[in-house]
DNA sequence: CTAAGTGCAAATAGTTTGCATAGCG
DNA sequence: CGCTATGCAAACTATTTGCACTTAG
């Protein structure tokens, strides 16, 4: 976790009261330092290997808590669990997800984003945020390479 | 539920050793000539005003299947629940949604389709199919219309 | 001190499944 | 008839919550 990260949630934590307390933090510094796009069990297994007492429920409560200081954005890529991933100081972007061994892209294009807008103000929309994940086979399983599952 | 989705339905029904039954008939029936955006529960509703006696798990169990035969898709719009649209002889096309009131309108635009194909070809993808969402405030309630909830 | 945070287990919500029975082909 | 579909209730999965106890400020 960067300086930067660790003063929004500072200046975030303040000013709503909240404490800053042990498993928070080992929460807060495992999710960033892991990257990607974390399930919570993903992320409480990993939590788990420096504190195995940290319970799901905490890290279920920090996630939402990320999540609502705009730390964190919650992601649903249809596998049935809520995915997390990091979102200070980064770009948005979206998602080229593979649909046989699971790689997740991340990509960004402003044309689109552009489109998008417009789109949006044809309908009389005023767009705050927008998701867009494209679904398909990645280069390596076009040519029969092994899912995650399978290797 | 018109003749072309009968068809489809029937073909697929047939290929694949399926009945038609009494609850499936009523089921089909109701989420096309609903229409829209519908949870299974919201379905499940309307099917027991024909019908009490018909249980969630046929309603999820014919949904699951009209999705496999592609006259449905599931959509996630982050309330924790599945919902189904008709998507037999209609184009594809993407939503924007009021995070207010929760409406939710359907576009459809060519040029971010072919972009999109694009940033995926970039990436050394095959996109198969894909999902866009944008969510926003409609013209109603930026103008401090009132939520369908409050309504 | 004392309000906020945590762990645990129980509670929810949405969805799936096992099994005995009903009904299409 | 034989096999698939249905209803019901129990099982499951992901997530939330109530409560007694701990802890940061």
Do not use: P
Request: hydrophobic share 30%; charged share 25%; glycine share 10%.
């Amino acid at each position: 976790m960067n300086r930067n990260m660790d003063e929004v949630l500072q200046h975030y934590m303040a000013q709503h009261g909240l404490k800053s307390t042990r498993q928070r933090s080992l929460i807060i510094d495992t999710f960033f330092s892991v990257g990607g796009h974390l399930s919570v069990e993903e992320l409480w297994n990993k939590v788990r290997e420096q504190d195995i007492k940290v319970s799901v429920a905490t890290v279920y409560r920090t996630m939402k808590l990320l999540g609502e200081c705009g730390l964190a954005h919650a992601r649903n890529f249809g596998d049935g669990q809520t995915r997390y991933e990091a979102a200070a100081g980064r770009h948005h972007h979206d998602h080229l997800i593979c649909t046989h061994c699971g790689t997740i892209v991340e990509f960004e294009d402003d044309r689109i984003e552009q489109m998008q807008d417009g789109v949006a103000r044809k309908h009389g929309f005023t767009v705050t945020s927008h998701k867009m994940e494209l679904y398909g086979l990645c280069r390596n399983c076009q040519r029969g390479g092994k899912a995650k599952s399978e290797a």
